[in-house]
């Protein structure tokens, strides 16, 4: 189960809808081993498509040095369907190279990239192209450094 405070959940679906209808994509780290999304990270799709994203190469490694430098990892890796539902592609799965991390995709389809529109939030585990959806829980606030409210 993925459990993400509302400011970031809000911040993805914000960064989604902005970034429309190119796809978004970025990253959200926390402290090594804890599993607790806290550093929201929007990134630039260097693809600057509406059906494919990338990373660019030198923010990807300033990221991870900076991750490095905190004693962070990657807990949240997203990114957005803008046609298509909230379902990684063949290339999402191929390209998923944090097994330990949470893999969330919204789609942004039919309307949804309009601010006070429904938006499918949904978060996988991707380990040697295995694809499990796991439940999304949304808190208000994490009560201490490891137990959310």
């Not at 804890?34 to 550093?39: G, K, L, T």
């Amino acid at each position: 189960m993925l459990t993400i405070d509302r400011a970031t959940y809000d911040a993805i679906i914000a960064h989604a809808r902005r970034d429309h209808p190119d796809e978004a994509c970025g990253v959200v780290a926390g402290p090594i081993g804890s599993d607790r999304p806290a550093r929201f990270i929007p990134m630039l799709n260097a693809a600057m498509s509406p059906t494919f994203y990338e990373f660019d190469s030198g923010d990807l490694l300033k990221l991870y040095r900076e991750m490095d430098d905190n004693d962070e990892e990657p807990v949240v890796i997203y990114h957005s369907h803008t046609a298509t539902e909230a379902y990684p592609s063949r290339t999402d799965i191929n390209l998923a190279a944090e097994p330990g991390a949470h893999y969330v995709l919204v789609s942004t389809r039919d309307g949804a990239d309009a601010e006070g529109t429904p938006i499918d939030f949904r978060s996988y585990r991707i380990s040697g192209g295995e694809v499990i959806e796991e439940e999304v829980r949304v808190v208000e606030r994490y009560t201490d450094s490891s137990t959310p409210e």
